[in-house]
C-alpha cells in the first residue's frame, strides 16, 4: 500500500513532556553563544576565512542556532502532551549534585583536599542510601584512593586547606605536600 504525504506530514512528530521547556532552554543557550562569540573567537585580518580562529567556532554556534531554532519551530507545531512539570522535575532533580560539587569546591580551600573528599564521599554515599558500615568504608577507602593518586601519583597541585595550618610544624608540611 502507497502513502502519500504532504511535506509537512513528513517532519511532524509528537510532543514529548518537557521537550517544550528543553527546546526554549537549547534556543536561549544558542543566542546567549552567539552573542559572546566576538569576545570569544576572533578574526584576523589578512587571513583566509577557513584559516580564522573564530571560523569553526562561529559555524558550531550558527548550527547551534539554526538547529535550535528549528527544533523549537517543531516543538511549538506539536500537540501538547501532559507531563511536563513531572519531565521538568526529573531534569531539575539532578541539579542536586551539581550543588553537592559546587559545596565540595568550596570546601577543598578550607578544609583541605584529603578531608573534603572523603567527606564528599561518605556524604554522596549516604545520600544515595549506601548507609552501612561496609559501603560507608568503602566510600572512605575510594576517597583516600583518589587523593592518593591525584595529589601524590600525578601531582596534581591543589592548594593546601587552612585547617592545615592548625598542625603541629612536624606534621603540616607533610600534610599540605601529599593530602
Do not use: C
Not at 84 to 107: C, G, K, N
Not at 124 to 143: C, E, I, M, Q, W
Amino acid at each position: 500500500m502507497k502513502q502519500v504525504f504532504s511535506f509537512l506530514a513528513m517532519f511532524r512528530r509528537d510532543r514529548r513532556p518537557g521537550d517544550l521547556v528543553f527546546a526554549v532552554g537549547f534556543f536561549v543557550f544558542a543566542v546567549a553563544v552567539v552573542l559572546v562569540l566576538p569576545q570569544q573567537a576572533t578574526f584576523l585580518p589578512g587571513r583566509a576565512l577557513i584559516t580564522q580562529p573564530g571560523f569553526w567556532p562561529a559555524i558550531g554556534a550558527a548550527m547551534m542556532l539554526l538547529f535550535g531554532a528549528v527544533h523549537l519551530l517543531g516543538t511549538l507545531n506539536a500537540p501538547r502532551l501532559p507531563g511536563r512539570l513531572r519531565e521538568v522535575m526529573v531534569w531539575a532533580r539532578s541539579l542536586e549534585f551539581v550543588v553537592w560539587f559546587i559545596l565540595y569546591v568550596l570546601a577543598v580551600p578550607r578544609l583541605g583536599y584529603l578531608p573534603s573528599t572523603v567527606l564528599l564521599a561518605v556524604l554522596l554515599g549516604a545520600r544515595l542510601g549506601y548507609r552501612s558500615p561496609r559501603t560507608l568504608a568503602a566510600s572512605v577507602l575510594f576517597a583516600v584512593a583518589v587523593v592518593l593518586v591525584f595529589r601524590t601519583g600525578l601531582g596534581v597541585h591543589v592548594p593546601a586547606g587552612e585547617i592545615y595550618s592548625h598542625l603541629p610544624d612536624a606534621i603540616r608540611t607533610f600534610a599540605m605536600t601529599h593530602f
